[in-house]
């Protein structure tokens, strides 16, 4: 199904995110919750936050022509309550470059500096590669490069 965007409510705007979410097995789900709270303390060290909890991990697909726009996770402090994220993290499940063996083209993960949304400064292209995690705090603008061919496959969640 459609990802959905939080704009006065959930919605699908594909003109800003062309995501799918996926729907996996309960173990796999298991699995993927237990590897995040296997890496929370470590998180909440590195980052200097206390982070208790995590959302539970989404898992998403991006097919070709897929995307996310410059956002942030966690945006206005008005929503801070509803959307607590402190650290978000991105598991890639695919390669670039081996779209032939399910990996994809395209897709890089891009983080902006901490003043620069969508800005030509300061920027860093984090490559999909299959078991790479990448956090950073929610407050980071960011986005995902659109995928030019074969599939991306990515675990996220975000730790409060």
Excluded: K
């Excluded at 594909?14 to 789900?29: A, K, N, S």
């Excluded at 890639?92 to 969508?118: K, V």
């Excluded at 980071?140 to 490069?145: N, P, Y």
């Amino acid at each position: 199904m459609p990802a959905e965007i939080f704009r006065d409510g959930y919605i699908v705007d594909e003109h800003v995110r062309r995501t799918l979410d996926i729907e996996v097995g309960e173990t796999t789900v298991r699995e993927a919750a237990r590897m995040m709270q296997n890496i929370r303390h470590d998180l909440a060290v590195f980052s200097g936050c206390a982070l208790t909890r995590t959302e539970g991990p989404g898992f998403l697909r991006y097919l070709s022509g897929g995307f996310y726009r410059v956002h942030r996770d966690r945006g206005n402090d008005d929503l801070a309550g509803q959307f607590p994220r402190q650290i978000s993290v991105v598991m890639f499940l695919t390669t670039a470059g081996g779209f032939a063996n399910g990996g994809c083209q395209g897709g890089a993960l891009r983080l902006y500096g901490p003043d620069d949304c969508g800005g030509p400064d300061v920027r860093l292209d984090i490559l999909p590669v299959a078991g790479t995690l990448v956090a950073f705090p929610s407050t980071l603008c960011h986005e995902v490069l659109p995928v030019t061919a074969g599939v991306r496959d990515v675990i996220v969640d975000w730790f409060c």
